[in-house]
């Protein structure tokens, strides 16, 4: 099947990379619009917040085709020395791309501003559609200084728009310069006037924003965090999970395997010094036709005090069912986690502030008194159960709460386990007696029961469990120590 040129420009399709613009609604302006010279159709581009927003159609009525798009990374400005100033609005729609050029060029004594469309199906150009000069509207410049005056420079390293680097230090004067002038720049050292190339990444080391001297940004990017937001990355080595936040990717560690994504855009990754926080999207795509993203996952990360990050995670994924709909329909989940960096973990610990008792399962034979504190007692438990999961008993405030940890034992044994166990299982028992101390905790029907048989500090917990339960059932035995009284 074959299409003309403004069929194919105009060829009805959404792409869910970010809130689609419809002819500039409420809450957008527009930044660029013209009549095309050739058939009379419209273009228009619209920009709410971040987000730009791209129409192509019939001067009245909907339009044909809308696409959205990322300011801090479609939004080109020119950069070059040339008299042709090119700005670029980019929009992609699978393996097709339409920049919306925003032109100005010296004639004479006059800047003659000019604009068009040109459109890519992946790196060939295979049409060109000329504005109505008369009907041209443009606030590219506009755009431009509005980011320029929030500090931000385009990078071609990252191939966006980026913290600018700090202002190197004013050279000495020459030998024979009068004060108070620059000496005259030697041919080709003058910059295109009002907008200053940027300093491109060392060619052996990875792309990085311009600020490189961000503790945030290296902070972020150098790190490997935690998976599923709690303290563990197995042992190290090829056994280690964590996940990283890249200016050029996301991927992750699970089990020794490293995980990308096939196809992957990074639609913006930005970094805020002042309040230590990133925040980053990321888009992957099916090779469905249409083409759309399948996931689009949104991060917004703050560093803690503690070397933690307190995470926020938008994740939308196609509901495939729906995948060749002209408007696919995707299910939101969101999720709200405290990262730690898997190469400085915080040491473990137990018993919470205020708790008055605290019982923590510990290997048989454990002499109670080599230890002179909680964290002690928990950390000799940690590293020499031979089971995967630990146990914690702690009274706060005369409430009892009970959760369950994994062991160095589960790190070297079944590391893939290990981070959906500690904290996943918060109980709050409650007491059957204080002497012998009892507590029992009911779950979906399933009533478990600890007995605390104590000599001191040393003792033994006796566990059963009944009624509905899915495991287990059988009477146990392990030893405890009571730490704290």
């Not at 060749?324 to 709200?336: C, I, M, S």
């Not at 507590?439 to 600890?450: A, V």
């Amino acid at each position: 099947m074959k299409f003309s040129v403004s069929a194919l420009i105009g060829l009805a399709l959404v792409t869910f990379a970010g809130p689609v613009a419809a002819a500039c609604g409420a809450g957008e302006v527009s930044v660029f619009s013209c009549s095309i010279a050739s058939n009379g159709n419209r273009l228009e581009v619209c920009r709410s917040d971040t987000w730009l927003g791209y129409s192509y159609g019939p001067a009245k009525g909907s339009p044909d085709l809308e696409l959205s798009a990322d300011i801090y990374t479609d939004f080109r400005p020119w950069l070059d020395g040339d008299a042709v100033r090119e700005d670029v609005f980019r929009f992609r729609n699978g393996d097709y791309r339409y920049d919306v050029i925003s032109g100005l060029t010296a004639s004479g004594n006059d800047d003659v501003a000019y604009g068009r469309v040109d459109v890519y199906q992946n790196q060939d150009r295979i049409a060109s559609l000329e504005c109505n000069p008369s009907s041209l509207m443009t606030q590219s410049t506009a755009l431009y200084e509005e980011l320029d005056g929030l500090a931000l420079c385009w990078n071609d390293g990252l191939d966006r728009w980026a913290e600018c680097p700090e202002a190197e230090p004013e050279p000495e004067p020459e030998v024979g310069s009068v004060p108070g002038k620059p000496p005259l720049p030697s041919a080709g050292d003058t910059p295109a006037p009002g907008k200053v190339p940027q300093p491109q990444a060392p060619s052996d080391q990875p792309a990085q924003p311009v600020d490189a001297g961000s503790d945030t940004l290296n902070t972020v990017t150098e790190t490997q965090w935690t998976l599923y937001g709690t303290p563990s990355c197995g042992i190290g080595g090829e056994v280690t999970d964590y996940q990283r936040f890249l200016p050029t990717e996301y991927y992750n560690v699970i089990t020794g395997n490293e995980n990308h994504a096939d196809d992957m855009r990074v639609e913006y990754f930005r970094v805020d010094e002042a309040r230590r926080r990133f925040e980053a999207s990321y888009s992957t795509w099916v090779a469905m036709a249409p083409a759309h993203p399948w996931t689009i996952i949104e991060y917004v990360g703050v560093l803690q005090a503690d070397g933690s990050m307190e995470l926020s995670t938008v994740i939308q994924q196609v509901d495939f069912d729906t995948v060749n709909d002209l408007v696919p329909r995707y299910d939101t989940t969101r999720e709200e986690e405290t990262l730690w960096p898997c190469d400085n973990l915080p040491e473990a610990s137990a018993g919470s502030d205020g708790a008055t008792r605290v019982l923590v399962q510990v290997p048989d034979g454990l002499d109670p008194d080599a230890y002179d504190s909680c964290d002690a007692v928990f950390s000799a438990a940690f590293e020499g159960l031979d089971v995967p999961i630990m146990t914690v008993f702690e009274q706060v405030d005369g409430t009892w709460q009970a959760e369950n940890f994994h062991t160095a034992h589960c790190e070297e044994n079944s590391p893939n386990m290990c981070p959906f166990i500690g904290g996943e299982w918060t109980q709050n028992p409650r007491e059957v007696s204080s002497n012998p101390l009892v507590l029992e905790n009911t779950i979906d029907g399933c009533t478990s029961s600890y007995e605390f048989i104590l000599e001191g500090r040393a003792g033994v917990a006796n566990g059963s469990s009944r009624g509905d339960c899915a495991f287990g059932g059988e009477p146990f035995t392990y030893a405890v120590i009571d730490c704290a009284q």
